[in-house]
T-cell receptor, first 114, second 111 residues
Framework: GAGVSQSPRYKVAKRGQDVALRCDPI?????LFWYQQALGQGPEFLTY????????KSGLPSDRFFAERPEGSVSTLKIQRTQQEDSAVYLC????????????FGPGTRLTVT | DAKTTQPNSMESNEEEPVHLPCNHS???????IHWYRQLPSQGPEYVIH???SNVNNRMASLAIAEDRKSSTLILHRATLRDAAVYYC????????????FGTGTRLQVFP
């Protein structure tokens, strides 16, 4: 079946621009996660949704980062006024629900801020 | 969150077994041990997880020390496709769903 998809796969933004990254989770998956992965590092948690409710946003690095999942399926991660330090791969993952042991990851969106 | 310690890199030859170690001396009683791997230019993928007993699946085996302070991921016959970064992660399923990744072990497999 279809896995987690993310778009765009690559995004180049000039410093100061706003960007929106999309995640389509596996159909029926209740939980959705966003992670940020800097070059050479492991992924770092950003935020977590259960259906449309954002239950944890403790990992968002600043108020320039905003995530939403209005209908409990597709999610968008928005970054306002991008900075060079925002350059990273943004990964989305979904799982069937609370306590499920496996998260299914998408291929990521590579954001480069110039 | 409990921390894990892994070697930065390991090497193996194709078709040989690989033992990837992980230390987690501060593990708590409700922490599960999860392993994910990340192939180049892909998102991480689940490999295996366990609590106390050794576990086997089609991808790998997980050997857990009796005191649970360390574990070993075993790939029985490495292939070139197994070249990836392997992450050992402790996850308290009852308190949080997020994964806390470290820097992992980069496994190189030579033909």
């Amino acid at each position: 079946g279809a896995g987690v998809s993310q778009s765009p796969r690559y995004k180049v933004a000039k410093r100061g621009q706003d960007v929106a990254l999309r995640c389509d989770p596996i159909s029926g998956h209740v939980s959705l996660f966003w992670y940020q992965q800097a070059l050479g590092q492991g992924p770092e948690f950003l935020t977590y949704f259960q259906n449309e409710a954002q239950l944890d946003k403790s990992g968002l690095p600043s108020d320039r980062f905003f995530a939403e999942r209005p209908e409990g399926s597709v999610s968008t991660l928005k970054i306002q006024r991008t900075q060079q330090e925002d350059s990273a791969v943004y990964l989305c993952a979904s799982s069937t629900g609370t306590g499920d042991y496996e998260q299914y990851f998408g291929p990521g969106t590579r954001l480069t801020v110039t | 969150d409990a921390k894990t310690t892994q070697p930065n890199s390991m090497e193996s030859n194709e078709e040989e077994p690989v033992h990837l170690p992980c230390n987690h001396s501060t593990i708590s009683g409700t922490d599960y041990i999860h392993w994910y791997r990340q192939l180049p230019s892909q998102g991480p993928e689940y490999v295996i997880h366990g609590l106390t007993s050794n576990v086997n699946n089609r991808m790998a085996s997980l050997a857990i020390a009796e005191d649970r302070k360390s574990s070993t991921l075993i790939l029985h016959r490495a292939t070139l496709r197994d070249a990836a970064v392997y992450y050992c992660i402790l996850r308290d399923t009852y308190n949080t769903d997020k994964l806390i990744f470290g820097t992992g072990t980069r496994l190189q497999v030579f033909p």
